[in-house]
């Protein structure tokens, strides 16, 4: 394949992780102007190289161990959400790492309620629990999930097209 080719799909997933984003950064400003919850990304860390004056400076992004997004529902309790999105009808375990795996369990020991959120390129939208998602192989004989394995944990989507992530959201669902 041409590298044209490669960097034009590279450009076009690019785009749609950053819609898939930004329909999660609407529901979660919905959620804090209605004082369900708070949720924020987290910033992602990088490391300054060289100073360039004014302001700017040269920098590379440093693994991060903490999830996209954390959050306070009313009440105290803590939120860890991570984001994927794919353009294939599968998602691989992989796709999230395992520093990222070791600070999602250890939250979700602490009392956390720990998420994937799966997008997919249907626009469909998985709230799964981190340990559906941790005990991928042992729940689905593999180590990927496509959308049919997924179905009972699709995101509702509201009049509007927003995205209801955290509504109907119950113990039940966290624990399986």
């Known amino acids: 394949m041409h ?56 920098a590379f992004f440093v693994k991060k161990a903490q999830p996209d997004y954390e959050g306070t529902f009313r009440g105290g309790r803590s939120l860890m959400l991570e984001a994927k999105y794919t353009d294939k009808d599968r998602m691989d375990k992989n796709r999230v790492r395992p520093e990222q795996s070791d600070y999602l369990d250890e939250r979700e020991k602490l009392g956390a309620w720990c ?22 192989k042992e729940r689905f004989g593999r180590k990927y999930i496509t959308e049919a394995d997924v179905t ?6 509201d009049a ?5 992530l955290l509504d109907k959201h119950e113990r039940s669902d966290h624990d399986e």
């Open 152 to 157: 009972k944990y699709r995101v509702q989507e």
């Open 115 to 136: 998420y994937v959120l799966a997008g997919f390129s249907s626009g469909n939208v998985y709230r799964i629990p981190w340990r559906v998602w941790a005990e991928m």
């Open 160 to 164: 509007q097209g927003r995205l209801l």
């Open 3 to 58: 590298d044209s080719k490669w960097q034009a799909q590279g450009k076009a997933s690019k785009a749609k992780g950053q819609r898939f984003e930004a329909r999660l950064d609407a529901a979660f400003e919905a959620y804090k102007a209605q004082g369900v919850a708070s949720v924020e990304k987290t910033p992602e860390p990088m490391k300054v190289i060289r100073p360039l004056g004014k302001g700017r400076f040269e």
